[in-house]
């Protein structure tokens, strides 16, 4: 069973793109690096670099230091009913941890083909409108909101 504390980790450039993965599940469902904690004592900056390497093939402990920022926000959402099955019974919210990682401009990118079937960088605005969850595009502007160059 999952549990229901996880991780959302916005990956971008330097020109400010962002990095969005299309779910292998729902197609046309386009969102950035996601999941759970694998146990309770997991450290959240220990699941986004385990999601990130699982989901894109990054290799978070080989950039530069400080490249995964912990954006020190979080959500609490509703679970979507079509994926409770995914916990234990009567559990229906979720606790998202946001974070950022900025990405070397030649990052190749290699997707896990039973979770994600396709990936595109789009400029900040509009993959923040590309994302079908609402939080995550809130999370994509709210990386980049006090960072207006």
């Known amino acids: 069973m999952k549990i229901p504390i996880s991780v959302l980790v916005v990956i971008y ?15 046309g469902f386009w969102q950035s690096v996601t999941g759970s904690l694998d146990a309770p004592e997991e450290d959240l900056a220990s699941a986004a670099t385990r999601e990130v390497f699982e989901e894109t093939g990054i290799a978070v402990e080989k950039l530069p ?12 959402y509703t679970i979507y009913p079509e994926w409770r099955f995914r916990y234990a019974p009567g559990v229906t919210r979720n606790i ?7 990405a070397p401009e030649n ?35 709210k990386l980049f909101s006090g960072n207006k160059e």
């Open 13 to 27: 450039k330097s020109n400010r793109d962002v990095l969005l993965i299309e779910r292998a599940d729902r197609l």
């Open 65 to 76: 230091a400080g490249s995964l920022v912990n954006m020190h926000h979080q959500i609490e």
């Open 96 to 102: 998202e941890h946001w974070f950022a990682l900025q």
């Open 107 to 141: 990052i190749q990118i290699q997707l896990a083909p039973r979770e994600h079937v396709a990936y595109q960088w789009l400029p900040f605005e509009e993959a923040a409108q590309k994302c079908f969850s609402p939080s995550n595009g809130e999370a994509i502007l």
